[in-house]
């Protein structure tokens, strides 16, 4: 087996490579340096500074006119997909929290993307649910509860386009992945890699991008 793990990721690696990525825009910025700010005991939730030039370029490759989020939290990822969306994409955004998303609501005011996106909040299950059952979502970005995770990749698939992408987050889960004896979270984690991996519909790959990436495009 080639190993393609060898190159370790220090801190100046790490910022050698933001430095050669599409730079984050000052509301970008800004709203990443808010969200530690005001929640600094939730921040982690918040996207990975790279995924947000990562799933812009996504948008374009796939040409995706109609996104669906789960989970936006504060929207730095909603931020990034719609400001990558033609002026007529739609992008709807899933999530639990009024608190949260407010400073997504300014973010998306302040960048000019406000009419781009649709906020719904409540269960994602249920937004899913009340969606049209043929296949019209261009783009999926799930990053939310992990234990819910396969339930909303079953709601999704059959609403995606031939084409169509599912990225999901935090897929290696920091490493909690290894651990058979995993509970909460983690073993939803490996149960939805699992799942995913073996779902014929579908062709997936698996990255080490910050928190492990899973790119699924449907067959």
Request: hydrophobic fraction near 40%.
């Amino acid at each position: 087996m080639t190993k393609g793990n060898s190159t370790k990721i220090t801190d100046e690696l790490y910022r050698y490579m933001l430095a050669h990525n599409p730079p984050l825009d000052e509301v970008q910025r800004g709203l990443v340096a808010t969200t530690y700010e005001v929640f600094p005991n939730s921040a982690g939730m918040q996207s990975a500074e790279e995924q947000g030039p990562i799933l812009a370029f996504l948008v374009r490759l796939t040409g995706a006119r109609h996104i669906v989020e789960i989970g936006t939290f504060t929207g730095f990822s909603s931020l990034s997909m719609a400001q990558a969306l033609p002026s007529d994409g739609r992008l709807i955004a899933c999530d639990v929290s009024e608190e949260w998303t407010a400073y997504a609501r300014e973010a998306w005011a302040k960048a000019g993307v406000a009419d781009r996106v649709e906020l719904r909040i409540g269960p994602a299950l249920d937004t899913l649910r009340a969606m049209p059952a043929e296949p019209h979502i261009d783009m999926a970005y799930v990053d939310a509860d992990k234990q819910s995770q396969i339930a909303y990749w079953e709601e999704l698939v059959p609403r995606l386009r031939p084409g169509g992408l599912v990225v999901t987050d935090n897929t290696l889960y920091h490493g909690t992945v290894l651990d058979e004896s995993a509970t909460g979270a983690a073993a939803g984690v490996r149960a939805y890699n699992d799942h995913v991996a073996a779902d014929a519909r579908m062709e997936s790959v698996m990255l080490a991008i910050s928190d492990g990436l899973t790119l699924s495009r449907k067959r």
